[in-house]
Nanobody, 119 residues
């Protein structure tokens, strides 16, 4: 079982910045895919930024150049630095982990943290 607890959401004006944090209950090096998803009201559940076990990082096109994902193996935490925020970034952001154990994969997700970008 993997538990994830997000923090750092809030309300900012367009152009502002926020940093999301996610505490992971297991060694993040054991996670196959770790990252952030988001869901706005009435919209789909979309990946935002992902770190793969081999170190590959993938960003959603709309956040490239503005968002940065990083991890701290010593603290078992993953972060999402969000700059130049836009109104369309408003959503609940979820920390998400996919891990395979004995050949079986399972997805774990935190409770989410609200990010609101509005003037």
């Amino acid at each position: 079982q993997v538990q994830l607890v997000e923090s750092g959401g809030g309300s900012v004006q367009p152009g502002g910045s926020l940093r999301l944090s996610c505490v992971v209950s297991v060694d993040i090096a054991s996670i196959d895919i770790l990252g952030w998803y988001r869901q706005a009201p009435g919209k789909t559940f979309d990946s935002v930024a992902l770190i793969f076990k081999d170190g590959t990082i993938d960003y959603r096109d709309s956040v490239k150049g503005r968002f940065t994902i990083s991890g701290d193996n010593a603290k078992n935490e993953v972060y999402l630095e969000m700059n130049n925020l836009k109104s369309e970034d408003t959503a609940v952001y979820y920390c998400n982990a996919y891990r395979r154990v004995n050949g079986l994969g399972k997805t774990f997700r935190g409770q989410g943290t609200q990010v609101t970008v509005s003037s």
